[in-house]
DNA sequence: TTCTTAAAAGTAATCGATTACATAATATTT
DNA sequence: AAATATTATGTAATCGATTACTTTTAAGAA
């Protein structure tokens, strides 16, 4: 690859103003201009990103951090994210960090260096002192995902109100008896839908009975099978039940398959997320879509605010309920 | 973050020392050494990975290129990649190239300007011809989806063989007419598959009917589905059908849903990949299972070793049939 | 045509590291 | 103790760009 000094002999011209007429071509000639894009095509020269990275301190890369590539929830966001920052004239560096503090100290690392202009943080885990204390000194925004701080930004769904229309449309179609299948509570978002889950019972004074709820260790299919496994053998068992992720619902769907459970006249389920895989599983999986591709677009955008320099508000987008036959 | 000036200052020692005490500790004296350790413990300092890369010309890090994330089966692989990688101190650079031509650019350009050491190459989509070219200068492996072309290595299984398998399982089970959910056979997994099905036809002289055969534009469930609903829609249909990837067959088991079709009774389905998702669809989709985390794993050996410019074979690994409840 | 001013191009410092080469400080040999 | 060999440290060039500052060139005014 050449480089701007060959550039700039083959020109005949100082590295200055072959520089120039790539950032400020109109602080140079249109002649001298021409002869220069010409060395450029014919050198077929590209401008060196370290290079530039190193004087200027900008890499128009951005880190989006995410527990798991393997959750297809974060499929979507991603493709919103990638499109806006293209858009943007930015690429994105994708980070997993599998729960693993180690790894996130990594990716941490890579933006104190200077190797990325910001972060884009999806990870439930991550350690939120040190995003805090971060987020003072970079840009970072947070997606889905928050900590509860107002120094840092977000762009997320009102969770706790999502569950709570969930669980009040069970409710509506008759069901008394009403489970849930959560994910550990230490994070936001699961003791917010746990909330919605009881705001909703309350509400109708139905019984939260500490059987029907079973909190998962982990966010996959299995945990899910498991969880409803559980749910299954009690003698007083639900006759629905509100899973916080459609991973969770998916895999309890198929518990039901094997113990041959009508879905739903025997046992309604209702999902969360909206993932590609609900709407192809039997019978389709009644859930709450989250506008994901906007969630991604939208965070992209705040972190470009933030490197500007603004003040950037934190949103919360409108969520709304997907009911196919599993309700 | 301090920088290795301010570190010697601090230290009392010159930069070049700094960078002895991080990079060749035995040329410098044990009291220097740690003198420099406490000035860079006290400054926090971390070497910016800009400056030594603009130097040495390595960045420690990897380019994936993959079409889409959305694919699950690339999260396994990927898995594979990425524990390899950290363990010999790299990290992984995820590069959705959405078969996109100008961003797959994006993306080589990165390795041109040094900003990436290497490339692992699982995009069936990528434009060969450069890969290939580039493959001359810079480290390029290719994982899975490969080109014949004996420059480039490529880790991978024998898709020929699989597919020929897999058909034959079927046809052990009695079944005469056997339907082929294919991907555009550009992409040379899908012809090889499609010649493993015809060879396990020719051998047992069943008949290969085009009608039988339904090639996909895309790859997703909608296009397996789509591609079931054809081969159903026949007055004379096959009993079986095997698909190229699981994301086809599980697609064209919500059509045999949707049509009330017993399956394994009515009709059977083989897929292809082993994907997570196929053990969680009812009846637990039986397919063929690909070392993915392996493939994973030795692509990054393979890279390391061509960094180190040493010669390196291309690799098949072995499969096997993961027979579950659709045959 | 000469003087003033604005625009264009060049020179060299800079970003943060590494490393060849020069020099200073020890260690070894005689 | 002096001469020599070895080891430790420092100096400065370098990687490939950007940009403040200076100098040159061209345009406009008198």
Redesign the interface.
């Known amino acids: 690859?050449a480089t701007i000094q060959e550039v700039a002999k083959y020109a005949g011209v100082s590295v200055a103003t072959v520089s120039r007429v790539i950032n400020t071509p109109d602080k140079v000639r249109k002649h001298t201009q021409f002869k220069v894009q010409n060395a450029i095509r014919e050198l077929n020269y590209?401008p060196?990103?370290?290079?530039r990275?190193?004087r200027t301190s900008q890499t128009r890369l951005f880190l989006v951090l995410l527990p798991s590539?393997?959750n297809?929830f974060?499929?979507?966001i991603?493709?919103g994210i990638?499109n806006k920052a293209?858009e943007s004239g930015y690429?994105i560096?994708?980070c997993?960090t599998?729960s693993d503090p180690a790894?996130e100290v990594?990716f941490f690392?890579?933006i104190?260096?200077?190797?990325a202009d910001g972060i884009i943080s999806m990870d439930p885990t991550v350690n939120k002192e040190r995003l805090i204390e971060l987020s003072t000194k970079y840009p970072i925004v947070q997606c889905s995902e928050y900590a509860k701080d107002n120094t840092l930004s977000y762009v997320t769904i009102d969770s706790e109100r999502a569950a709570y229309q969930a669980v009040k449309h069970l409710i509506k179609l008759g069901h008394k008896k009403i489970g849930l299948i959560n994910f550990d509570k230490k994070f936001l978002y699961a003791s917010e839908r746990y909330r919605g889950y009881e705001k909703a019972l309350k509400e109708f004074d139905l019984e939260i009975k500490d059987d029907w709820i079973y909190n998962t260790k982990h966010l996959?299919?299995e945990s899910g099978?498991q969880a409803m496994r559980v749910l299954l053998n009690q003698a007083d068992r639900p006759t629905a039940v509100f899973a916080v992720s459609d991973v969770l619902a998916?895999?309890a769907?198929?518990e039901l398959?094997i113990n041959q459970l009508r879905v739903p006249e025997e046992m309604a389920l209702f999902g969360f997320d909206n993932i590609?895989?609900s709407?192809?599983?039997?019978?389709p999986l009644t859930t709450v879509a989250q506008p994901m591709y906007d969630m991604g677009s939208i965070s992209v955008q705040m972190l470009m605010s933030k490197i500007r320099g603004e003040e950037v508000e934190s949103l919360v987008l409108d969520h709304h309920l997907i009911i196919r036959e599993t309700t």
Do not use: C, T, W
């Not at 060196?48 to 290079?51: I, R």
């Open positions: 690859m590209e060196s990103v370290l290079g990275s190193l590539i393997s297809p974060y499929a979507q991603i493709n990638q293209i690429n560096l994708l997993e599998d790894r990594i690392n890579m104190k260096n200077k190797l996959n299919f099978q998916v895999g769907l198929k398959h590609e895989f709407n192809v599983v039997y019978p």
